[in-house]
Every structure is written in structure tokens, then in C-alpha cells.
Nanobody
């Protein structure tokens, strides 16, 4: 069983910053990919950023240069540093863990950017 617990969401003004954290527990493999997705009201869930256990990263074009994903393998934690936030970044952000063929999701954390 795998559990993902997110923290760090909140309300911020446009141009501000937030840092999300996601801690994983349970049967975590040494090789996996962790990441962040988001879902805005009325829209489909979309990928924000991912990072493998080896440190390889991917980003959505909309966040490149503004968001940075990182992880601490020893702590089984992934982070998302979000800078220069825009109103269109407002969404529920979900942590994701992919290992073997299984995908796990956190409960989500709300990020609201006021313009």
C-alpha cells in the first residue's frame, strides 16, 4: 500500500511563490517517477512536472522557467517550487507516484492565485 500526503497549497497574489511538498509512505520502490498534476475547475487534469528517482525531469510548457521540481529520495518526498505564479495556475494540485505499472495519487492541495 502506498500513501501520498501533500502540503503547501494556499492563496497567493499573482507574481508570488509557493512550495508544495508530497511525502510518500508504504511500499516504495527504489526506481519510480514522482510528479505533480493539476486540475482547474471545468478542465481535465494535466501534467505539471515529473521527476524520476534518477533525477530526470519533465515540465509542461506552461510552467517551464517558473516551476522547479525536486526530490529527496531518502525522505521519499517530492517538491514543487512555484515562482511567478499566475491566475491561470489556480487549480487543485495532485501528487503522483508511478512505479512498475501502478499509479498512485494524493488527495490534492488547492492553489489559488489572485490577480
Amino acid at each position: 500500500q502506498v500513501q501520498l500526503v501533500e502540503s503547501g497549497g494556499g492563496l497567493v497574489q499573482a507574481g508570488g511563490s509557493l512550495r508544495l511538498s508530497c511525502s510518500a509512505s508504504g511500499n516504495i520502490f527504489s526506481s519510480n517517477s514522482m510528479g505533480w498534476y493539476r486540475q482547474a475547475p471545468g478542465k481535465q487534469r494535466e501534467l505539471v512536472a515529473t521527476i524520476t528517482s534518477g533525477g530526470r525531469t519533465t515540465y509542461a510548457d506552461s510552467v517551464k522557467g517558473r516551476f522547479t521540481i525536486s526530490r529527496d529520495n531518502a525522505k521519499k518526498t517530492v517538491y514543487l517550487q512555484m515562482n511567478s505564479l499566475k491566475a491561470e495556475d489556480t487549480a487543485v494540485y495532485y501528487c503522483n507516484l508511478l512505479q512498475s505499472t501502478y499509479r498512485y495519487w494524493g488527495q490534492g492541495t488547492q492553489v489559488t492565485v489572485s490577480s
